[in-house]
């Protein structure tokens, strides 16, 4: 069984970095893709983009481009998630989740994390 | 740039039909569908359009037209009140895109 822990809740000041762990569990960690995604409060899901471990190819959807780094330590089999530059509308759950064919099987629990003054 | 429309809300009495669309301005091609309960993680319950995940109940099913996709849960359950996301990739930018959810509610 696949499991993904991510690192816990965080908060920070605007314009500062975050950087958000995901330790994989139960499967060959470097043979699938992980994706990140948010989920502001009271709002819907939004893909942030994506890693393939195995190729180290990374892509990220537009809105994130230049803000958003994500990359793979296959030797601890996690994954990271930093976002730079924060502002309040950051504010929000960010789940990292396992990509199988393109469908979203496997989530983490989710990490707040709270931009705020 | 690829947009999937979902209803805000979806009422149901227990016991009856709820479906929930999911349009794509640029067509529907290969739909999931996931379930989120209050203060979790979505959960899969339909890919490839119609395929059930496994544990997903019977009641869950997924169709597509190939401009709007479906799902419908039948013998609805107080425990199937959730938020409803669609999601496909969109290929030619290699990104995927969820649709905005659905609230069911179940009255």
């Known amino acids: 069984q696949v499991q993904l822990v991510q690192s816990g809740a965080e908060v920070k000041k605007p314009g500062s970095s975050v950087k958000i762990s995901c330790k994989a569990s139960?499967?060959?960690?470097?043979?699938?893709?992980l994706s990140w995604v948010r989920q502001a409060p009271g709002q819907g899901l939004e893909w942030m983009g994506r890693?393939?471990?195995?190729?180290?190819?990374?892509n990220y959807a537009q809105k994130f481009q230049g803000r958003v780094t994500i990359t793979a330590d296959e030797s601890t089999n996690t994954a990271y998630m930093e976002l730079s530059g924060l502002k309040s509308d950051d504010t929000a759950v960010y789940y990292c989740?396992?990509?199988?064919?393109?469908?979203?099987?496997?989530w983490g629990q989710g990490t707040l994390v709270t931009v705020s003054s | 740039s690829f947009m999937l429309t979902q209803p805000p809300s979806v009422s149901v009495a227990p016991g009856q039909t709820a479906r929930i669309t999911c349009g794509g301005n640029?067509?529907?091609?290969?739909v999931r569908w996931y379930q989120q309960r209050p203060g979790q993680a979505p959960l899969l319950v339909v890919y490839?359009?119609?395929d059930r995940r496994s544990g997903i109940p019977d009641r869950f099913s997924g169709s597509n037209s190939g401009n709007t996709a479906t799902l419908t849960i039948s013998r609805v359950e107080a425990g199937d009140e959730a938020d409803y996301y669609c999601?496909?990739?969109?290929?030619?930018?290699?990104?995927?895109?969820f649709g905005g959810g659905t609230k069911l509610t179940v009255l």
């Open positions: 989740t396992r990509t199988d064919s393109w469908d979203f099987d496997y």
């Open positions: 139960g499967a060959t960690f470097s043979s699938y893709t």
């Open positions: 890693i393939i471990p195995i190729f180290g190819v990374e």
């Open positions: 640029e067509g529907t091609n290969t």
């Open positions: 490839d359009n119609r």
């Open positions: 999601q496909v990739w969109d290929s030619s930018r290699d990104h995927a895109v």
